[in-house]
């Protein structure tokens, strides 16, 4: 059923959908909402009849609660959404990465708070994304920038997800999602599944990464799984007063994603060892990779992981520049987390262009921003 | 099947306070899943968030104890993926009619084979006896010290409304007709929904001049009422369900056609 290698011209939320049916989605629920309709108007076309499910539900909440439920029963599941659906998700969040439930979630950023700019692109969810629901817990997510990356990164999320049991996230904007461009679709794909509690396969794909990522108890397979979002032991008993258990449960649930920084973070380097160095990503950072492109003495650190914050490459980059200028498209989110390790790594000169209101930061903006801190 | 075999014993000691209805309920469910012969590990329970969200936890089965009110979406996803499990969900008066009702009317309306079971105690017994949307007209609570003012929401008719398969509304005082009304919902095709007027002596008896459990499954015995006989004033009884009456009974038994055979999903599995 997956997408035919092969070279398509698609917007980036259609190219997201081809890239969830070659991951293996079975089941989408949705709630119509601009600017990530499109995806779930395609996977209509795509599951319904053709050994998947299709299901529009009556809110985002309930939307999130279908795709863990399915999950369980041990198929791919995703969502897609934009801004205060998103919102609506978040306590369901909390409750996929307690219950340790793989799930992919795309949010199709717009601008806001609120209502805001439906129609517009922005990168205002960046924060909610890693930190939404309540309580300590680590996320993937990724940010995509092209139509082929829409493509390439939902297959990520899926096998990210499927590899560490958390939710993973594809942190698209509107400017990408409605975006139309060349998709290029591979011969081969690697998709990675679920390790299943019971099943011995020794082929890759089954591999748990390490101890911290158990294997996973299907339903309907006689395990007798009891799943909970409340504080639980190993065997699935509640606990919610024992204060060794909740510590030793939550730890693992950041360890498993945090230890494994390395395996997950994925980036674009341009000029590594300039003297300045933009950092950036999503479709904030396409400004400046033009500017990257025909001036060499500044480069471009393009994050196409956000969560878990990839500190080992900002701090390379940081111990080797002058300065770093970073490029939103918020009044400053991820900014402060690459100021806290350009600082740690000696970097003393750190700073933001920030660009809200819709349109992505041009390269004019870039090189005036560059001008002002004296770099060009 | 042995009645330990049913239980998850690892999770005992259980939650519920003495007295309480789902000790009653859990027994009439045991016995009609036995009588029909289903099998616990092709059955999936889910809950919600209170105290009656908590019956999965003591099955032993594959549970899903999920978010507050969301536990029919939970369950919705969970069979339309793998249609040959049942799905049996268990849920309370504020778990289902109030932060979940959107969710209660629309799985009503979808009609995916489930079978719910409200556990309808009128009170939020777990934060301690809040009022809830069953709590009568009048009766107190801890945020009602002067009697609620609001009126009661009746489940069973919202569910008969909003299109549910079968719907059959009992007290914990009628274990025969609850557990063949139990029996009857888990054979249905399609959304079935069977609500339980439970006793909360701790939190709402307690507030209203029933202390104890006797004395609450007498006031169910006094104020119930059979559907039959009542069509008329069920039509206009805003302030009735329980300030008034009770009213028992099947409510709805039909066969609109299950959304799994509507979009095929059967098939495939």
Not at chain 1, 344 to 368: M, N, Q, Y
Not at chain 2, 60 to 76: E, Q, V, Y
Not at chain 2, 141 to 163: C, H, N, Q, R, W
């Amino acid at each position: 059923m997956r997408t035919p290698a092969g070279e398509y011209f698609l917007q980036g939320n259609e190219a997201c959908v081809e890239g969830a049916i070659t991951a293996g989605v079975r089941f989408f629920a949705g709630y119509p909402i601009t600017p990530s309709t499109e995806i779930a108007e395609g996977l209509s076309h795509r599951l319904t009849g053709k050994n998947g499910v299709f299901l529009q539900m009556e809110d985002e909440i309930a939307c999130i609660s279908a795709v863990i439920g399915a999950s369980w029963s041990g198929v791919k599941s995703m969502t897609a959404t934009s801004g205060p659906g998103f919102s609506l998700m978040q306590e369901s969040v909390g409750y996929a990465a307690m219950s340790e439930t793989p799930i992919v979630i795309v949010n199709v950023m717009r601008g806001g708070p609120s209502t805001g700019q439906p129609t517009r692109a922005s990168q205002g969810d960046v924060m909610q994304t890693g930190y939404g629901s309540h309580g300590d817990y680590q996320v993937i997510a990724f940010a995509p920038a092209t139509v082929q990356e829409m493509f390439d990164l939902t297959v990520d999320c899926f096998n990210y997800s499927e590899k560490y049991r958390v939710p993973a996230f594809l942190l698209s904007d509107a400017e990408v999602g409605h975006m139309r461009g060349l998709l290029t679709v591979p011969e081969e794909v690697k998709v990675v599944d679920r390790k299943e509690k019971g099943l011995m396969r020794q082929d890759e794909a089954y591999d748990v990464p390490d101890e911290l990522v158990r294997p996973f108890p299907t339903f309907g397979k006689g395990h007798k799984t009891m799943i909970t979002g409340m504080t639980h032991t190993d065997k699935n008993k509640i606990e919610p007063e024992d204060s060794k258990v909740h510590t030793e449960l939550v730890t693992r649930l950041s360890k498993k994603v945090l230890k494994n920084r390395r395996d997950i973070n994925k980036w674009e380097m341009m000029c590594p060892g300039s003297r300045t160095m933009v950092v950036s990503y999503g479709s904030a950072a396409l400004g400046a990779k033009e500017v990257a492109a025909k001036d060499e003495t500044v480069g471009l650190l393009r994050l196409k992981s956000i969560w878990p914050f990839p500190e080992e490459v900002v701090h390379e980059v940081a111990s080797k520049c002058d300065r770093i200028l970073v490029c939103e498209m918020n009044l400053g989110m991820l900014y402060w987390h690459i100021r806290r390790a350009a600082l740690e790594a000696g970097c003393k000169k750190i700073e933001l262009l920030s660009k809200i209101g819709g349109d992505p930061p041009t390269p004019s903006d870039v090189r005036h921003k560059l001008r002002a801190m004296g770099a060009v | 099947m042995d009645i330990f075999e049913f239980y998850r014993k690892e999770q005992w000691p259980h939650v519920f306070c003495p007295g309480c209805g789902i000790g009653t309920l859990m027994n009439c469910f045991y016995r009609a899943f036995d009588e029909l012969g289903l099998t616990l590990d092709k059955t999936v329970f889910v809950g919600g968030i209170g105290c009656s969200s908590r019956v999965p936890l003591y099955i032993n089965s594959d549970a899903l104890h999920t978010t507050h009110g969301r536990a029919i979406a939970f369950a919705t996803g969970l069979k339309l993926a793998r249609p040959d499990l049942k799905v049996v969900v268990f849920t309370g008066d504020g778990d289902l009619g109030a932060i979940g009702g959107n969710h209660f009317i629309n799985g009503c309306r979808r009609n995916v084979d489930m079978t719910v079971i409200c556990i309808n105690n009128n009170v939020y017994g777990m934060t301690g006896g809040q009022a809830s949307i069953t709590t009568p007209h009048n009766f107190l609570s801890t945020t009602t010290p002067f009697g609620s003012k609001e009126y009661p929401l009746d489940l069973s008719e919202i569910a008969v409304a909003a299109g549910a398969n079968y719907v059959a509304r009992w007290t914990t005082r009628h274990v025969h007709e609850l557990t063949r009304s139990l029996k009857a919902a888990m054979q249905k095709k399609g959304f079935s929904f069977v609500e339980v007027v439970s006793q909360c002596p701790t939190n709402f008896g307690r507030r209203n001049k029933m202390a104890d459990s006797t004395a609450m499954l007498e006031w169910f015995k006094d104020n119930s009422v059979r559907r039959e006989k009542t069509r008329a004033a069920a039509l206009d009884h805003v302030d009735l369900n329980i300030a008034g009456q009770i009213t028992i009974g099947e409510f709805v038994d039909r066969n609109r056609e299950c959304f799994e055979e509507l979009i095929g999903v059967e098939k495939h599995g």
